[in-house]
């Protein structure tokens, strides 16, 4: 996390400050259309000097007047533009994780046009793109929710970087930018996919701790409702609960207490890279899909175990640890206890 927030940040927080102070708070870059109306531009007024024609000097200038008029309503577009991004509760990798932007307008009488917001990451090369939203206008005061997939190729942290507001308004012959601060860090879970698996949990019967340590437990009965997260059944959604608030929102089930699973990760040195990040996905997937169906489920790998527990504070426990999980350290280990027996 401590490699992530140098990355982010240059290394070095006056480095930083002085490349804040440096920055142009805004950025041109001319589009195709608007390279061929420059150069028609210089024509023009290259004409106008060699002819001395009054018409021609009155085209010129009215085209000038046209790059000044572009330049002051993309800076109107621009001033006063707001951005907040909203992260799901979890992040899985390899499918599209819906990130919210909250796009407000706070000018009072200036409506913005064609704004477009790219959020981007932090990388050893410097920023990369996670996604963009285009909002066509955005009324005086009024503030306008988005949202894009960002597909995480891989787990672990990832470090937003800023989000980029750029508009191409009015004539599409320039585009303007500004680029705001909003950094955060975030963990991504492994990948999830199906369960296809004939293994079948020990049966466990149910006692008084359960109660008292807040375990979910499973049956035919509602007992309380929670946010929908990845990983839960659609047939767990509470639809009139849910068009009520404007989100998905699934019951607990109580009843009678289900059975134990251990979830046993194994690493083996001659495995490829891939394969050790599908083992780690199938991992991730069999957790989701156990404490979904209400189980007690535990994680053993050579270097760390976790009691079989349920609810929601175990299973971010149990995806943290896939999401953080070096597989040097397990072969590591591995090499270490074989040593010892020999």
């Known amino acids: 996390m401590d490699r992530l927030r140098d990355r982010r940040s240059g290394g070095d927080p006056a480095l930083k400050r002085w490349r804040r102070r440096l920055r142009s708070p805004r950025s041109l870059r001319a589009t195709r259309p608007g390279w061929c109306f420059v150069a028609i531009i210089f024509g023009v ?127 599409g012959l320039f585009v303007k930018s500004v680029e705001l601060e909003a950094e955060a860090d975030v963990l991504v879970y492994p990948a999830i996919g199906p369960v296809v698996s004939g293994m079948r949990p020990r049966p466990a019967r149910r006692s008084d701790d359960d109660d008292q340590r807040g375990r979910t437990p499973v049956g035919d009965s509602v007992s309380g409702l929670r946010e929908f997260v990845r990983g839960d059944s659609t047939a767990r959604i509470h639809w009139r609960r849910s068009l009520a608030s404007g989100r998905l929102v699934v019951g607990e089930r109580e009843g009678h207490a289900s059975g134990l699973v251990e979830v046993l990760l194994a690493l ?69 206890v074989r040593g010892d027996s020999a």
């Not at 913005?112 to 990369?128: K, N, Y």
């Not at 149990?318 to 999401?323: K, R, T």
Request: aromatic letters at 8%.
């Open 45 to 171: 007024g290259f004409a106008a000097l060699n002819t001395g024609n009054n018409l021609l000097y009155l085209v010129f200038a009215l085209m000038l007047a046209f790059l000044v008029l572009s330049g002051l309503l993309s800076e109107a577009s621009l001033r006063g533009i707001e951005v907040e991004r909203w992260l799901p509760r979890e992040l899985f990798a390899g499918t599209a994780n819906a990130v919210v932007l909250k796009i407000r307008n706070r000018q009072a009488r200036v409506p913005a046009f064609a704004i477009s917001v790219e959020d981007r990451l932090a990388t050893d090369s410097g920023h990369a793109p996670a996604g963009r939203c285009f909002v066509l206008r955005i009324a005086p005061g009024a503030t306008v929710e988005r949202s894009y997939g960002w597909v995480p190729a891989r787990r672990g942290d990832h470090a937003f970087a800023v989000l980029r507001v750029s508009t191409r308004f009015p004539f």
């Open 268 to 336: 083996a040195p001659e495995l490829a890279p891939e394969a050790i990040e599908e083992r780690i996905a199938r991992a991730a997937s069999e957790i989701v899909h156990h404490l979904e169906a209400g189980h007690r489920v535990g994680l053993h790998t050579r270097s760390a175990r976790f009691a079989p527990d349920r609810g929601a504070a175990h299973r971010r426990a149990l995806l943290g640890f896939l999401a953080r999980f070096e597989p040097e350290r397990e072969l590591e280990a591995a090499a270490r």
